[in-house]
């Protein structure tokens, strides 16, 4: 544990300390949800192309079999989330707002929990190339959020050599504990991961980062280590702090080197993937089964029974929250977490792979924060006090309300932003400086396709 204390840094630099609110959760165990009546899975649910159905309207589907595939690098397939019949492929509301084309699966009642497509695979001989394909075959992507494919993550470029996988137990956003829990529930599983992961990538060493706030997570991973014997995968806890979760910072605080901008940490030597994910991994592929459901943090002040919550893909959100007790609008749910989770579209979205998690506020939190007044800027410079990239947030502010892309971009750095909210939580005027700078990206990114 202690072996890389000569290397390790303090944390990184900025960032803030909100509030965590994680107690509603932290020490309840997951639970399952049921199957809803109909679930919807949308194509598009991450970055690359979005595969393509490959099953009919009034097909049966068994729970785990392939419904959507592309040879697109940058694309994962699809497995049917439950057992039952294809009901529609049509356009339907999807977590990201815009309506996007979903296999729609009506759930054969009683359907069963059970995987009933793939076949137990040996891996332990399997080249990076093998792994690599089966990770791919699994439809697996980065389940703390972002959603990128794990098998392009894990894949590294020619001239590059990865020396070290790090694994994010951070789980920096506060309400949210779903990595929390399937660290303290699952270390075996994650320890199988591990080993997928680095022999996908030939790291010689794995370093678990977990946020010191979770004592017992560290210690559950320890004794999974300390089962398997492994004198190559570490845990080491970080100081607790927001964003501890992006990867440049935990990379930061853990060996005191930052990723220049615009790098990636291969460019380190380094590989940085989720707990869950690879604990999803170490359950997967073994079985040969693609991922068909995620654990879901369900919590916030406008919930009766929160928890993390097993949740098949495709559940539609409605649904996750009258099991969970809460009665609600859409204004009062945010899918993921208060600093980087977004506003949900419509109850109707499904849970997608990328959901973390869902946050349901009161109505009187909603008519508090739409209250709010928005001043002008006062030039307080507490948000570039707080910005963990080193950014000037005033300044960009300045430009994005005047819907003045192009220097945010060529000046100012807004390639560097990762939206992680710190400057809107600091800033006394209330403005909403991330949201902007979403804004800003992507109206920039839309000019450079144009
Ligand atoms: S924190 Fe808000 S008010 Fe202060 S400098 Fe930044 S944008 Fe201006
Ligand atoms: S949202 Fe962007 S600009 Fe604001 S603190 Fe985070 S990285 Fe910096």
Redesign the pocket.
């Known amino acids: 544990m202690k072996l890389l204390n000569f290397l390790r840094g303090e944390a990184f630099q900025?960032g803030v300390h909100p509030p965590s609110h994680k107690e509603a959760t932290a020490d309840r165990s997951i639970r399952r949800l049921p199957f809803a009546p109909q679930l919807v899975v949308p194509l598009s649910q991450h970055i690359g192309k979005s595969p393509k159905p490959i099953v009919r309207v009034g097909q049966e589907v068994v729970r785990g079999q392939l419904i959507a595939q592309s040879d697109d690098w940058l694309s994962v397939p699809h497995h049917a989330p439950a057992t039952g019949v294809i009901e529609a492929i049509e356009l339907r509301p999807s977590a990201r707002g815009p309506w996007v084309e979903s296999i729609v699966i009506r759930v054969q009642s009683g359907s069963t929990q059970e995987d009933l497509w793939g076949k137990p695979q040996d891996l332990s001989n399997a080249t990076p190339q093998e792994l690599l394909q089966a990770i791919w075959d699994s439809g697996m992507v980065g389940l703390g959020g972002a959603a990128f494919p794990t098998h392009a993550k894990l894949t590294v470029p020619k001239q590059a050599h990865v020396h070290t996988l790090v694994v994010n137990g951070c789980e920096c956003e506060p309400f949210l504990t779903c990595d929390h829990r399937v660290m303290v529930e699952e270390a075996d599983a994650l320890m199988a991961g591990i080993r997928y992961g680095m022999r996908a990538t030939s790291a010689v060493r794995t370093i678990i980062g977990v946020e010191d706030n979770k004592p017992d997570a560290v210690k559950a991973i320890q004794a999974a280590i300390d089962k398997i014997g492994a004198t190559d995968i570490f845990v080491e806890a970080v100081p607790t702090k927001y964003?501890q979760g992006s990867e440049k910072m935990l990379i930061m605080a853990l060996f005191g080197v930052e990723i220049p901008s615009g790098g990636l940490p291969v460019s380190l030597g380094m590989v940085v993937n989720n707990v869950g994910t690879l604990a999803a991994l170490g359950k997967l592929l073994p079985a040969g089964r693609g991922l068909t459901e995620r654990v879901v943090t369900v919590t916030g002040p406008g919930v009766a029974r929160p928890g993390d919550y097993r949740v098949p893909l495709g559940t539609p959100l409605k649904f996750v929250l009258e099991y969970a007790g809460a009665e609600v609008n859409s204004r009062q749910v945010i899918m993921g977490g208060p600093m980087m989770g977004q506003s949900a579209a419509s109850l109707d979205v499904p849970i997608t792979k990328g959901v973390s998690g869902v946050l349901v506020l009161r109505g009187e939190d909603i008519a508090e924060r739409e209250q709010r007044v928005v001043y002008p800027c006062i030039k307080c410079g507490e948000?570039v006090e707080?910005?963990?990239?080193?950014?000037?947030?005033s300044i960009?502010g300045m430009l994005a309300s005047r819907r003045d892309y192009e220097p945010m971009g060529s000046h100012y750095h807004?390639g560097?932003?990762?939206?992680?909210?710190?400057?809107?939580?600091v800033c006394p005027s209330n403005i909403q400086?991330?949201q902007q700078?979403r804004i800003a990206k992507q109206v920039l990114r839309e000019r450079a396709t144009a």
């Open positions: 900025r964003p948000c707080s910005c963990p990239m080193g950014l000037n947030p960009l807004l560097d932003c990762f939206e992680c909210g710190c400057c809107t939580y400086l991330a700078f």
